[in-house]
């Protein structure tokens, strides 16, 4: 009886490892997603006269930078947080939300 009953924990211990080993191979890693930050910032001014429809903080976080970006309805300015004429780019803008 003891060997029958070790047969059967042995046979029901392979159908749960097979289980395991099945369900794991059907396991997709997600799919790595593309940084999309700014890298690289410029202390120059935007021309008055390119229209700006919102801005972001972004934060450093390897391989980002801090900066301020800058929006147009084509292109957005990656932009130095600590250039002197920030602040007044911002007066009457939107901050844009992720």
Request: some cysteine; proline content about 5%.
């Amino acid at each position: 009886m003891a060997w029958t009953s070790r047969l059967i924990t042995v046979a029901v211990l392979i159908a749960l490892m097979g289980c395991f080993t099945g369900a794991l191979g059907n396991y997709r890693r997600p799919t790595r997603v593309g940084v999309n930050c700014c890298k690289d910032v410029s202390k120059a001014r935007i021309p008055p006269a390119t229209k700006l429809i919102g801005y972001k903080q972004q934060n450093a976080l390897s391989p980002c930078v801090d900066a301020i970006i800058f929006y147009t309805e084509k292109e957005k300015y990656c932009s130095d947080p600590k250039a002197r004429w920030i602040q007044d780019r911002l007066k009457g803008l939107e901050e844009i939300m992720d």
